[in-house]
């Protein structure tokens, strides 16, 4: 990674944000919802809906 951004403060951001990803939960918008007139699916929705499609 210091190779890409070579600078360890950036690279340390970066660690220590993807850490949090495992504790803290993202925040959600409304914003599928407002583009397209109906809630976003679940990543799991999502997949059984286009199983088929990998089959």
């Known amino acids: 990674m210091l190779g ?3 600078d360890p403060a ?3 951001e970066a660690f ?3 850490a949090s ?3 803290e939960h993202e925040e ?3 914003t599928v919802e407002r583009l ?3 809630p ?3 990543l799991r929705e999502w997949a059984a809906d ?3 499609d990998f089959r």
């Open 4 to 6: 890409f951004w070579d």
């Open 10 to 12: 950036i690279v340390e």
């Open 16 to 18: 220590d944000a993807w």
């Open 21 to 23: 990803f495992a504790t």
């Open 28 to 30: 959600f918008t409304d």
């Open 36 to 38: 397209t007139g109906r």
């Open 40 to 42: 976003a699916r679940s």
């Open 50 to 52: 286009h199983a088929a």
